[in-house]
Protein backbone atom coordinates (compact mmCIF):
# COMPACT_ATOMS: atom_id res chain seq x y z
CA UNK A 1 0.00 0.00 0.00
CA UNK A 2 1.44 3.24 -1.07
CA UNK A 3 2.08 6.13 1.68
CA UNK A 4 -0.39 8.99 0.98
CA UNK A 5 1.09 12.55 0.72
CA UNK A 6 -0.25 15.24 3.03
CA UNK A 7 0.19 18.37 1.52
CA UNK A 8 0.57 22.12 3.50
CA UNK A 9 -0.21 24.99 2.12
CA UNK A 10 0.68 28.93 3.53
CA UNK A 11 -2.22 30.76 2.36
CA UNK A 12 -1.23 33.81 4.66
CA UNK A 13 1.78 34.50 6.91
CA UNK A 14 0.77 36.33 9.98
CA UNK A 15 3.58 36.24 11.89
CA UNK A 16 6.35 34.99 13.68
CA UNK A 17 6.38 34.28 17.29
CA UNK A 18 9.97 33.21 17.98
CA UNK A 19 13.29 32.19 16.33
CA UNK A 20 15.95 29.10 17.68
CA UNK A 21 19.37 29.33 17.77
CA UNK A 22 19.30 26.63 14.93
CA UNK A 23 17.20 28.72 12.44
CA UNK A 24 13.28 26.93 13.20
CA UNK A 25 10.62 29.70 13.76
CA UNK A 26 7.61 29.26 15.75
CA UNK A 27 5.07 31.00 13.36
CA UNK A 28 1.09 32.10 13.63
CA UNK A 29 0.13 31.18 9.74
CA UNK A 30 -3.27 30.84 7.42
CA UNK A 31 -2.94 26.97 6.15
CA UNK A 32 -4.79 24.76 3.95
CA UNK A 33 -4.08 20.91 4.87
CA UNK A 34 -4.87 18.45 1.58
CA UNK A 35 -6.65 21.42 0.01
CA UNK A 36 -9.33 21.57 2.91
CA UNK A 37 -10.28 24.64 4.69
CA UNK A 38 -7.89 27.59 5.72
CA UNK A 39 -7.22 27.08 9.33
CA UNK A 40 -5.21 29.23 12.06
CA UNK A 41 -1.75 27.52 12.95
CA UNK A 42 0.95 27.65 15.43
CA UNK A 43 3.89 25.35 14.53
CA UNK A 44 7.68 25.19 14.51
CA UNK A 45 8.90 25.70 10.80
CA UNK A 46 12.55 25.32 8.85
CA UNK A 47 13.67 28.81 8.01
CA UNK A 48 12.94 27.32 4.32
CA UNK A 49 8.86 25.55 5.09
CA UNK A 50 9.69 22.44 3.79
CA UNK A 51 9.66 21.11 7.55
CA UNK A 52 7.62 21.33 10.61
CA UNK A 53 6.58 20.03 13.38
CA UNK A 54 3.28 19.20 15.22
CA UNK A 55 1.58 21.70 16.35
CA UNK A 56 -1.89 22.73 17.02
CA UNK A 57 -4.49 24.37 14.07
CA UNK A 58 -8.09 25.89 14.55
CA UNK A 59 -10.89 27.08 13.27
CA UNK A 60 -11.72 31.12 12.93
CA UNK A 61 -14.31 30.46 15.77
CA UNK A 62 -11.63 28.51 18.15
CA UNK A 63 -9.20 31.34 17.30
CA UNK A 64 -11.68 33.38 18.42
CA UNK A 65 -12.25 31.78 21.66
CA UNK A 66 -8.35 31.57 22.17
CA UNK A 67 -8.11 35.18 22.10
CA UNK A 68 -10.81 35.90 24.55
CA UNK A 69 -9.15 33.25 27.09
CA UNK A 70 -5.52 34.85 26.60
CA UNK A 71 -7.35 38.58 27.23
CA UNK A 72 -8.46 37.38 30.56
CA UNK A 73 -5.37 35.50 31.68
CA UNK A 74 -3.18 38.54 30.44
CA UNK A 75 -4.95 41.00 32.56
CA UNK A 76 -4.89 38.10 35.12
CA UNK A 77 -1.56 38.51 35.47
CA UNK A 78 -1.03 42.01 35.00
CA UNK A 79 -2.80 42.41 38.43
Known amino acids: MAKESI ?3 I ?3 I ?3 SCSTSGWRKEFNEVSWNGGAQKYDI ?3 SA ?3 YNKRASTMT ?3 AEALYVLLGKELKRDGE
Request: charged share 55%; hydrophobic share 15%.
Open 60 to 62: REE
Open 48 to 50: DHR
Open 43 to 45: RDW
Open 11 to 13: KRH
Open 7 to 9: TCE
Open 15 to 17: GIL
